[in-house]
């Protein structure tokens, strides 16, 4: 089954390129264009994608609030940013309102393909340039008064399991491949979850990938607690044994 995509972008030449693009990469259907936020919306109402690839700056309503919509009324369709702009801000403010993947124009449609499915896997995506950008902001951070960073989340709030989750869903790890790295069960691995989005205070996913690549937490396993011994992992995604009732003695 093809991937339904919206198309939306304020320059005709750009958004008619990037349709023609997309239709003609396998397993993308482009349903629709857009030019502005207003556009996006409903074009979304109308023809119910899977997708969006999603410009931000454009007259009347920009990228960032049409995503908010989209993803508030839409919550199953994956909105990806393709911009020119990488502004800090501005990827903070669109990766809240809910984009689950930024990318930059420079991104070929290889780039843009991958971006889209791992969306729709609710997986995170970010263009090399914008974790540079992320990265630079939080050790900008780094400089910021005591009295501002006790307003902000820490990273202290976190139980060193809900810590090893966090670096995996950065990495952009399903539930269900966080739970076989760290030997739990899928529902064990949605309860640290939802404990740290509470304790970070944010909403989506994409929102708390943003948190942990702003506040350092590396993209590698080497971080990551055995699950038995409390030593880096060495091994990935090792399978939990389930016949040990067939190995006890006799």
């Given at each position: ?12 030449v750009v958004r008619e390129g990037l349709m023609t693009l997309m239709d003609m990469m396998p397993g993308i259907d482009v349903v629709a264009g857009a030019a502005n936020g207003e556009e996006a919306v409903a074009r979304v109402a109308e023809t119910s ?23 508030t009324a839409h919550p199953d369709v994956a909105v990806v940013v393709l911009t020119t702009m990488a502004d800090d801000q501005l990827i903070l403010d669109a990766l809240q309102a809910g984009a689950r993947a930024y990318l930059t124009k420079d991104a ?143």
């Amino acid at each position: 089954m093809s991937t339904r995509v919206v198309v939306v972008d304020d320059q005709q030449v750009v958004r008619e390129g990037l349709m023609t693009l997309m239709d003609m990469m396998p397993g993308i259907d482009v349903v629709a264009g857009a030019a502005n936020g207003e556009e996006a919306v409903a074009r979304v109402a109308e023809t119910s994608p899977d997708a969006v690839l999603m410009d931000l700056s454009m007259p009347g309503m920009d990228g960032v609030e049409a995503t908010r919509r989209i993803v508030t009324a839409h919550p199953d369709v994956a909105v990806v940013v393709l911009t020119t702009m990488a502004d800090d801000q501005l990827i903070l403010d669109a990766l809240q309102a809910g984009a689950r993947a930024y990318l930059t124009k420079d991104a070929g449609k290889a780039e843009i393909v991958r971006a889209i499915e791992a969306a729709l896997a609710r997986h995170t995506t970010l263009d090399p340039i914008v974790q540079e950008r992320l990265l630079a902001a939080a050790m900008r951070g780094a400089d910021h008064t005591t009295e501002r960073r006790r307003a902000e989340p820490s990273q202290d709030l976190l139980t060193p399991r809900e810590s090893d989750v966090l670096r995996l869903l950065a990495q952009g790890l399903s539930n269900g491949a966080i739970g076989r790295r760290l030997l739990v069960g899928e529902a064990t691995v949605k309860t640290h979850i939802n404990h740290l989005f509470a304790k970070l205070q944010v909403r989506t996913r994409a929102e708390a990938v943003a948190w942990a690549h702003a506040h350092g937490f590396g993209t590698g396993a080497d971080g990551v607690r055995s699950p038995i011994s409390g030593f880096p992992e060495c091994f990935p995604d090792p399978q939990p044994n389930t016949n040990y009732r067939n190995q006890m003695p006799s």
